[in-house]
């Protein structure tokens, strides 16, 4: 799965987020002229010598996102067409996102549900993270019925920060149920 994974992430630009916030971090933004009310340890003291004139150095934030992938294992993706199956297919994505995400020193984690949650990794970026998540993508088995609503109220009440969440799902529910647990993520 890693080695899946790897080959398909294998080849983009990685890179940390560029956030719209100001902050401090290695990443240098632009001057601005000092405004009263700044702090005195933004001032750059360089620049000031050479102007006679205040200048505060702006930084690029970093941001660190938190990511939790939503697998659908439910009976309906084990229908395959040809030699992959829709369960290998969104094993196989949800492992690259995996890897992307961690490669970018994001925390990320899965969650794997058919009629309810059956495996919960919570989000992390520590190194050991991505094998456990890579070996729980590579023993699925295929669940009972599926109902997507349900695990997606039950995670809606769970999720305590802010963050993103992938849903991978052939989405073979009801309609109305499905787009209000998705309401609940939001």
Sequence with gaps: M?????TVVEGFLTGLHRSPYQGFS????EYREYVPG?????????????SDRFY???FEADTNLDCRILLDVSLSMSFASGS????????????????LMHR????????TFSDDIIESLPPSARPGHLQRLLAVLDRLTAGHRSVVAK??????????????VVVISDLLDDLESVIQGLRLLR
Excluded at 38 to 50: C, M, P, Q
């Design 38 to 50: 700044d702090e005195l340890s933004a001032i750059d003291w360089k620049v000031f010598g050479r």
């Design 2 to 6: 890693e080695l899946r994974a790897r």
């Design 151 to 164: 695990p997606l109220k039950r995670l809606g009440g769970m999720l305590k920060r802010r963050g993103m």
């Design 56 to 58: 505060v150095r702006k």
């Design 84 to 99: 992959l199956s829709k369960q290998d297919y969104s094993a196989s994505l949800a492992a690259s996102l995996a890897y």
């Design 104 to 111: 970018q020193r994001d925390a990320v984690g899965l969650v």
């Design 26 to 29: 290695v990443e240098f933004s």
